[in-house]
């Protein structure tokens, strides 16, 4: 879902309103890929709304599901300061659970368990996703 905010942007809509009504995501969930985006270094906030970082146009020139994709997401990752300081030594293990990074995020941040856990399941998912191997196309027989 970030990507699908992040190529509504590229669309040159900026605002939460608008990327939630060109995506059909809700504007709250919107904020929440917009906050991810931040993170990861694919989205900046300007004046007039959001916009793509050089990172994100490189990440929207991936094809999804591709290696690249998958390089491009995990760069930015090990880039991202939360991480760095936080999980660098769980990135690639996809056996990470949502509690381990919970907790860790309760021991190390001011977000309460409930936001933690939160958190922490889309941090597992991402870790699973830039780790799983990339789509390959189906040819016809």
Known sequence: AVRAVMESISRKYASPATIAADTGISTRHVSYHLNAGQILGFVTAQKNGFG??????RLLDTTIGSIEEKSTYKAALFEAEFVKELLADLIEDTSATTNQIAEILT????LSASTAKRRASAIV?????????????????
């Open 125 to 141: 998912t991402w870790i699973k996703t830039i780790n799983e191997p990339p789509v390959t196309p189906q040819l016809p027989v």
């Open 107 to 110: 021991n190390n941040t001011p």
């Open 52 to 57: 793509l970082t050089a990172q994100g146009r």
